[in-house]
């Protein structure tokens, strides 16, 4: 925090450095200079010294100051006068009006139906901790308010990730440039996760295989030296056709299943038999050769790394496919030391303690994003 003598930072100004608000697998550290005269902030950029920030923020940072200092934006209570729709009207009332309004209809809501009847809902956007995980649980929890996984967002994907991994951290993009092989699956990283670029250039560089699986042509299958492109919605078939290959070929890590995972020889014999090439060539699309070419890419690899993102859980049922693709990850005996499946970078495992099943993580200092799971278990 600041800093007058840093550059740019002169006696009528400071620089306080913060986390950015958005709830964003990058969880970038910002350097925002601030007016003394008037409290205002006046620039934010992306710290320097940060290991991933490395000085940028992404375009929607970039113009922040615009965002905070609308006029457009709300900052004070007001009721609504007259119908709703279109045509309402908004009348700035004051705060304690406000609160004391909201607090008899609570009160009123309780007493003729119970706690029960009251359904907070928020998600995160740009909420911060304290607006996200802070005194709104606290204070719905003591209330007794009916219970709601309040995100729009992860439930599915973070479910198929608990369900497969536990509570261990994922691999590490920090990690990426170690990598013989890395998968972007159902991600549009070049545009919307433009800080774990540059560890996927030097992947690359490393002389990694970059492979984009995603149904849709984007900037990052542009990028990528390989674009597998299945039918939307068939990444687990995807999934289990590659970990046929894989058992198919002895591929699969037989001590690292037996030690570390339940189920699995389950999965073969009773699962896997039914993803032929075939069959997966008919429900993805994608030719069988390429689906063997893919599985025998990653499964012959050491190093290899899976970056999966949110869009792929936003169908009916979706839970199965990250599950799948961390599973395919257990199969191949990928999901080890420096090596695995990243989906969140809030539940990263410290650099050298890649996810490892049934092992509790020893965690990196906690960043604010990283701070959301275990503020969120405390509330
Ligand atoms: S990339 Fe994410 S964490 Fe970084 S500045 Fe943009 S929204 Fe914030």
Sequence with gaps: MGVIGEPGVSSKQRTVRVACPHDCPDGCSMRVTVDNASGRAVKVEGDPTHPVTRGYLCSKVNHYLDLVYNDKRVLYPHRRVGPKGPEAKFQRIGWDEALGEIASNLKAVIAEHGAEAVQPFSYSGTLGMLGFFGMGERF??????ARLERT?????????EMHTFGRVGDANIEDLPDM???????????STGVHAMPFVNAARDNGARIIAIDPRVTRTTAFADWHIQPRPGT????????MKVIVDRGLHDVDFLERH???????LNERLPEYT????????????ADIEKLALLYGGSKQTFIRVNWGIQRRQRRPDDPGHQAAAGDHGGNA???????VDRRRNAPRGHAPVAGHPPARRPQTAHHQHDSARQRA
């Design 140 to 145: 719905f929890n003591k209330m007794g308010a």
């Design 152 to 160: 729009i967002c992860t439930a599915a994907g973070a479910a198929a």
């Design 180 to 190: 013989e092989v890395v998968i972007l699956w159902g991600t549009n990283l070049v």
């Design 235 to 242: 990444d687990a078939a995807l999934a289990l056709g590659m």
């Design 261 to 267: 995972t339940v189920g699995w020889e389950k999965l």
């Design 277 to 288: 090439l075939e069959h997966v060539e008919a429900i993805t699309g994608i030719p069988a």
């Design 336 to 342: 080890r030391q420096g090596r695995g499946v990243h």
